[in-house]
């Protein structure tokens, strides 16, 4: 697999599907339901009997399309496979490589499928998937745990359809379960949810006004609110829930939330990720154990308490965590306070779990084994919080955001809550934490969480561990809201600035009168809900254990529980009215003597002020006031009364303690055989699943079985292990006189047409050996002739059950074998006297099939093609020679649909052998025969291009020698006409006239002879020039460079284009015109060159030609084809420049070799 295939599978899906007993029905149909193409990478983990070979690989392999593979050690996980685990071992996954162990616990408390979870979440984070099938116990809730906190889907089977409903109750219990489907609808959920995150489904990313519509209706139903958590949070949850749901638009999602209440409720959970453990971050709790604990234990008495709060307690894992080394502390110091630890969550589903403290086995691993033993007692499905840890910790529903705050407190843990808060909500917090604190007490936070950032008010501890220490400035006064919707800042936010600016001016004013210089106070609404607390007023109340309102009786003090009970007893329901009443007592250790007052508002809100004695109160109910002598006898009565009821209580309980100690031992006792049986019970029904579907699939193979023997017209019998006839086929009929009382008989009694005894023995051969054999077998007459071919029979243990013989009759097939081998040979004649005409003939030849490829090719078809020729077979013939494409296959299949010989064709083209030069070729194509139809086109090619080129050749000296001509003419013309002009007499200027034609003769002879080999340059053009124009005219100017054959002939027919040229149109043709020709050798870099320069002097301007003329075309391609060189004309208004460069290597190499002459 190559990077760009891993990085791809690395962001597909790993779907871990955990199962037990009857899970093999239900994950048979889903992954029937599943093909490769959806690119899952899907692991199964099931309970398995290791002391038994599972049937699980081959009976999913005949029910599905994917690959199914047994885990091995190291095993790549690749989409669109599937996984299963192998018996007796433990499955992880890390790097998405899988891993095998061996189990660390017991059988009966072993929980394979939630440490395979646990490790896919760790691995594949948001990329992976949970489900849960049909099994009982709850293995796999404490892993789809850490699946939900990793961003993971988690699906259950519906408990109705599975076989077995207690894994798919525990994981719906857990609260980590996004959907509960049937097995259909879950195979359409992971498909919908696959193809919206691949971006083949549509998406909500970034679409921040959808978010904010839909947590306005989270708000309204479930009255919290999600402004300031992370956006990128939100959108997240929010796409797994629609994809979880199979929603297409953001507008059916919004319907949907509209039209049920509980979608609302539901998105809620999965935002509030509820996932926790035992001492998490252990070395964090090292810390705490160490260091933070024994100092906010040291120096307490018993008239002392020890609070503590873990806002976010989810579950109650990390609370019970911290009341462990709490306890553990006391046992070890000699002052014995009162210990408080507040858990408060606002998921009401997971304080329930927190609240019962019961947990598994797979949770309770990472407590350590003296703590686990001392607090946690052992149950059928793990562990339960025991009394002594229980009695420390209180769980109630509390929000961080909204709810008045504990207060005093020695230690608050927040962990992994923080991080999904905006920047303003986390300043909040931390100043509800800076409240909360005593001066010098401890805030611990997640690995991801500081306070340094937002609020001032606390230096660093442990740095590493993320503990820190409240400083002792003053708190800043907290702004709680009055309305149980959440905090003041809303999803919306619009409205008119400055009247809301100045609403919020007069209420800041307010609230800083009322909690600096008023007298403490709480305030409640018409049903007696706390609205208000004032600052100092915490010291007045104390929350409860158990499900709780954040109501005055459940908040209040206990010590203050009757002087409230009779104010609200005795309120009457006028507004303004104020009642009035007295307390001395103590409260946390302080003596206090107070006067209480109450007064009902318009609104039918009431609000309760605590007065200190002395101070100046409102005029009260002095009738209420009056009675307080009367009231502290009532007091007393109650309390003795109460003392007395807790006496009997205490009674009963230790008598209750006592048998509970019994039930508890015997208890034990029963779960542990239970746990073991369970188990086997697990492992069993696995195996009786599979062992159903084997006896399913064998009762099908013994039908198609019984089908085979009744419908094949093979003669087959079948023996036993004494070689008695046990069965036999319709067909076996025809040579054994077989009656149904044979059955159990021996073969040897059954009359046959073979010989007596023929038979017997090769079967007593193979049921002695185990090896099958075959071998020819005749009648007595020798009239039919057979194939026997007999095999043993085992079963799986390979213990003997008989033998199965089968007769072929090859009668007929021998025969016709007889008649095709002396076919075979005539063809054989034939084909090699076809291969030697392929060989031997001079012309090229191929044959195709049907589908065009070539079926043969002979040694010149592969050269013209240049393709050896082996590789022509089984290519089409556009693949050999592409150049050439439809020119040469239109034929091809013309003769094979009308099987019509073409014959003469000519094909002008180019191939591999020669790609630079076209190619003339006479082509037939004639169609071969078989019973009528045409089975093959067969192919001449004979290459006509040298005659091709030799006709193109001869026309091109015809048109050289024409124009020869008319130059030579138009030389003599200009010669006869500059003689003319000339003085003298008339004998003179014929005489020159002569010579001139003469010298003109001998150029044009030197160039034109075959035998000639070299000359100098000088000696090349001095007969066209000087001696034709004369040195007064003619300059010539250079060194001596002696040219060889070729170069002579070349630069020679361009010096005679030249002075054709001059002598027509330049220099030469005007009276006093002149003409300066120069040459040399430098050395310009790249090699020597040799450069002639040819310049015409005209007294009268020369006009340039218009287009270029055949001696221009001439000189050019003479040069550049011949010397490889290069010619450049230049027509100035004196006349015409030539400069020809060639390289020297062209000249001066003297080259036997004319075969580039121009005739």
């Known amino acids: ?675 073991e049986l369970q188990s086997s019970n697990e492992e069993l029904s696995t195996i009786n699943e599979e062992l159903q579907a084997k006896i399913s699939e064998l009762n099908e193979l013994n039908a198609d079985l019984n089908g085979f023997v009744a419908s094949t017209s093979l003669a087959t019998v079948f023996l036993d292990d004494k070689l008695a006839v046990k069965r036999y086929t319709e067909e076996s009929l025809k040579y054994f006189r077989f009656v149904e009382a044979d059955i159990g008989r021996p073969l040897d009694d059954i009359a046959s047409i073979f010989p007596v005894g023929a038979l017997a023995p090769l079967c007593k051969s193979v049921l002695d050996t185990g090896e099958m054999i075959e071998t020819d077998l005749k009648s007595f007459d020798e009239e039919f002739e057979f194939i026997l071919r007999a095999a043993a029979s085992r079963d799986s243990d390979d213990s003997d059950l008989g033998v199965i013989f089968t007769l072929i009759d090859v009668t007929e097939m021998r025969r016709n074998a007889r008649e095709l081998d002396v076919a075979k040979l005539e063809a054989q004649q034939r084909l090699a006297e076809v291969n030697e005409l392929y060989r031997v003939s001079p012309v090229a030849m191929a044959l195709f099939g049907p589908d065009l490829t070539y079926i043969r090719a002979n040694k010149g078809l592969a050269e013209i093609n240049g393709i050896p020729i082996e590789d022509h077979f089984g290519k089409r013939i556009d693949e050999i020679v592409p150049e050439l494409g439809q020119t040469v296959i239109e034929p091809v299949r013309k003769v094979f649909e009308t099987g019509k010989a073409i014959l003469n064709q000519e094909v002008v083209g180019r191939t591999p052998a020669n790609p630079d030069r076209d190619l003339t070729w006479i082509v037939d194509w004639y169609p071969l025969h078989v019973a009528g139809d045409v089975a093959a086109v067969g192919v001449n090619v004979r290459d006509v291009t040298a005659y091709k080129e030799v006709q193109e050749e001869l026309r091109r000296v015809m048109l050289e020698l024409q124009h020869r001509v008319k130059n030579m003419l138009a030389n003599v013309a200009a010669l006869v006409n500059r003689a003319r002009l000339e003085e003298g007499d008339a004998e003179q200027v014929l005489h020159t006239l002569f010579n001139r034609i003469t010298a003109l003769g001998k150029t044009h002879q030197l160039l034109t002879q075959e035998n000639w080999h070299s000359a100098t340059f000088r000696e090349l053009i001095e007969p066209e020039l000087t001696r034709v124009y004369g040195d007064d005219i003619v300059s010539l100017r250079g060194p001596s460079i002696r040219c060889n054959s070729k170069a002579t002939l070349a630069l020679g027919m361009a010096v005679h284009e030249l002075a054709t040229n001059a002598a027509k149109y330049g220099c030469l043709a005007q009276p006093d015109g002149k003409l300066d020709v120069s040459w040399s050798r430098t050395d310009e870099g790249d090699g020597e060159v040799f450069r002639m320069n040819w310049q015409e002097t005209c007294p009268e301007q020369i006009e340039p030609p218009t287009r270029e003329g055949f001696g221009s075309t001439l000189i050019k391609s003479t040069i550049e084809r011949t010397l490889d060189g290069n010619v450049e004309l230049f027509w100035e208004p004196s006349g015409l420049r030539c400069v020809i460069t060639v390289p020297s290597e062209s000249i001066t190499e003297f080259d036997e070799d004319i075969s580039g002459k121009l005739f």
């Open 1 to 675: 697999m190559n990077n760009s295939e891993m990085n791809q599978d690395s962001r597909e899906l790993v779907v871990g599907v955990g199962a037990s007993a009857g899970g093999f029905e239900a994950f048979r149909d889903l992954f029937a339901r599943l093909s490769a193409n959806e690119k899952l990478a899907i692991i199964l983990v099931q309970h398995l009997d290791p002391d038994h070979r599972s049937l699980l690989q081959e009976l999913l392999t005949k029910r599905t399309s994917t690959p199914v593979h047994t885990a091995e050690e190291g095993m790549r996980v690749e989409s669109g496979n599937i996984y299963l685990i192998p018996p007796g071992a433990s499955l992880t996954i890390k790097d998405r490589e899988l891993h095998l162990a061996d189990f660390d616990s017991p059988r009966g408390q072993r929980r394979p499928i939630d440490t395979f979870f646990r490790s896919l979440a760790e691995d594949q984070g948001e990329d992976c998937v949970g489900i849960i099938l049909s099994g009982t116990g709850s293995d796999g809730s404490d892993g789809i745990k850490a699946i939900k906190e990793a961003g993971g889907l988690v699906l259950a089977q519906n408990p109705t359809e599975a076989s077995y409903d207690g894994m798919p109750k525990s994981a719906i219990a857990s609260g980590a379960v996004d959907l509960t489907l049937t097995i259909a609808e879950m195979a359409d959920v992971l498909r919908d949810y696959r193809q919206r995150r691949t971006g083949i489904g549509p998406t909500i990313d970034n679409n921040y006004e959808f978010v904010s519509r839909v947590f306005k209706h989270v708000r309204y139903h479930t009255g919290h609110d999600f402004s300031d958590y992370k956006q990128s949070t939100l959108l997240r949850r929010l796409a797994v829930r629609m994809s979880a749901l199979g929603t297409v638009s953001p507008s059916q999602y919004l319907e949907k939330l509209i039209q049920d209440r509980q979608e609302a409720v539901k998105l809620q959970r999965d935002v509030l990720i509820n996932v926790t453990g035992f001492f998490r971050d252990p070395d964090a709790f090292e810390t705490l154990k160490t260091h933070v604990i024994p100092s906010i234990v040291r120096g307490k008495g018993k008239s002392d308490e020890v609070r503590v709060w873990v806002p976010g307690c989810s579950t109650g894992e990390e609370a019970y965590s911290i009341g462990m080394l709490i306890a553990a502390e006391l046992e070890r110091s000699d002052g014995k306070p009162l210990v408080t630890i507040f858990g408060t969550d606002i998921d009401d589903e997971a304080l329930q779990v927190a609240r019962a403290g019961q947990y598994g086995n797979i949770a309770a691993e990472k407590i350590p084994e003296d703590l686990l033993q001392r607090y946690m007692q052992p149950t059928q499905a793990g562990f339960e919080v025991g009394k002594k840890l229980r009695s420390l910790v209180r769980f109630s529903e509390h929000s961080l955001i909204k709810d008045p705050p504990f207060s005093k407190l020695d230690l608050i843990s927040c962990r992994n809550l923080l991080i999904y808060f905006e920047k303003p909500l986390q300043e909040h917090a931390f100043k509800v934490f800076h409240y909360s604190l005593k001066p010098g007490r401890y805030l611990f936070l997640g690995t991801s969480e500081t306070p340094q950032s937002v609020h001032p008010g606390f230096s660093d501890f442990s740095t590493a561990h993320h503990i820190y220490e409240r400083d002792g400035r003053p708190s800043e006064p907290l702004s709680l809201p009055l309305s149980p919707i959440g905090l003041n800042r809303r999803l919306d936010t619009h409205g008119d600035q400055s009247s809301g600016y100045s609403r919020q001016s007069s209420d800041a004013v307010r609230d800083a009168i009322l909690e600096r210089h008023s007298p403490p106070f709480i305030a409640t609404a018409p049903g007696g809900t706390v609205t208000r607390l004032s600052p100092g007023a915490e010291k007045f109340c104390k929350l409860r254990s158990g499900d709780m309102q954040v109501t005055l009786s459940n908040l209040i003090h206990p010590s203050l529980e009757s002087t409230i009970r009779r104010l609200n007893n005795q309120a009457t329901e006028r507004d303004g009215e104020v009642s009035s009443a007295s307390f001395t007592g103590e409260i946390d250790g302080e003596a206090l003597d107070l006067e209480v007052t109450s007064e009902r508002l318009s609104t039918g809100e009431r609000f309760f002020v605590f007065h200190q004695k002395g101070d100046e109160i409102p005029s009260v109910d002095r009738t209420l006031a009056a009675s307080s002598g009367d009231e502290s006898e009532y007091v007393r009565e109650l309390e003795q009364e109460l003392d007395d009821a807790r006496q009997t209580v205490r009674t009963t309980i230790e008598e209750l303690e006592t048998s509970n100690e019994e039930l508890k031992s015997s208890n034990e006792e029963m779960m542990s055989m239970n746990e």
